[in-house]
């Protein structure tokens, strides 16, 4: 007797509720009939095919034997099909064959989603979790961040099933789209989730020129990452404006904008602000020697020099 491998591929087979598989085997139709070909389930028949066909009756309309090559097709599939099957050959002349497979069927998978606990979440403050489910027969779970797969660190853990990923506590690079696919041979579902972390501002900063000639018009920009957008305030030389915007400009520079621009962003949900400052000085050419000199007489005064 010869066992499997040159009798049937290699498994398992895969199939998925209510669908067809079908057991091919290694052989070509021999020039004289098999005398028999039976398979069975799990030890019990489902078809034993002499000069006759001797049918388990749960078996009947669902299944067809190619008798030439011995191969099967099983349909309208139950999770319950799922086991081993073994194929029993006898040629005109020859040794009795016989071969086993294994058939896992899987339902399909649906209605995947993700939830997570409600609340405002503040990064370095918060802790939430997000739990993936879905309907079917499910083989894997994987989580991903804007695409890219979650990994367990020091802030981020997992369930034993990945059912749930836990984030204690909520960081600023934990903004964004959260996607769960879950998986089996047959389906796969990938659904996406966007969790929102208030943070900042960080990095706050002056984009502009640090030195301008005189009547030029000078542009600052002040920048910050913060969810929600920051909100700006400027100050020139340690003392309010009235700018409350994101830019402060310079119509005409005098000597009197010269100095020290602060921009102070806030976030009113972390109740967090950050500030920077740029100085702001006059570049000459040699026709504005004048301004240079009406400048240190100005600072003069002040006190400055």
């Not at 802790?127 to 994987?142: D, K, Q, V, W």
């Not at 690079?173 to 996607?179: A, C, E, I, P, T």
Request: proline residues 6%; hydrophobic residues 35%.
């Amino acid at each position: 007797m010869c066992a499997g491998e040159d009798i049937l591929p290699p498994g398992p087979l895969s199939g998925a509720a209510a669908g067809t598989v079908t057991f091919s085997t290694t052989l070509t139709a021999p020039e004289s009939p098999f005398l028999s070909v039976s398979w069975s389930f799990k030890g019990v028949n489902i078809i034993t095919s002499t000069s006759t066909n001797i049918t388990e009756p749960g078996y009947s309309s669902r299944i067809t034997l190619d008798r030439a090559t011995g191969a099967l097709e099983l349909r309208g599939l139950l999770l319950e099909d799922s086991g081993e099957y073994t194929v029993t050959i006898i040629p005109d002349a020859g040794l009795q064959r016989q071969g086993k497979t294994t058939l896992n069927v899987y339902a399909l998978i649906t209605g995947a989603s993700i939830s997570s606990p409600p609340g405002v979440l503040i990064e370095d403050r918060s802790f939430t979790n997000l739990s993936c489910e879905a309907s079917g027969s499910i083989s894997s779970r994987e989580w991903l961040k804007d695409g890219q797969m979650l990994q367990p660190g020091d802030r981020v853990s997992f369930s034993n099933s990945k059912r749930t990923v836990f984030i204690h506590p909520v960081h600023s690079s934990h903004h964004g789209s959260f996607q769960c696919r879950v998986s089996n041979p047959i389906s796969s579902m990938t659904v996406e989730h966007r969790l929102t972390v208030n943070y900042g501002p960080h990095n706050v900063s002056i984009t502009g020129p640090s030195a301008a000639a005189p009547g030029q018009r000078v542009t600052l920009q002040c920048e910050a990452d913060s969810v929600p957008p920051a909100t700006f305030s400027w100050m020139f030389n340690g003392n309010e404006t009235q700018v409350n915007t994101s830019t402060f400009t310079i119509e005409k520079l005098q000597v009197e904008s010269l100095g020290n621009y602060s921009c102070t962003a806030s976030n009113m949900v972390t109740m967090l602000r950050n500030s920077t400052v740029l100085h702001l000085r006059a570049s000459c050419t040699a026709p504005c020697w004048s301004f240079v000199l009406l400048l240190i007489s100005a600072l003069s005064l002040r006190g400055l020099l």
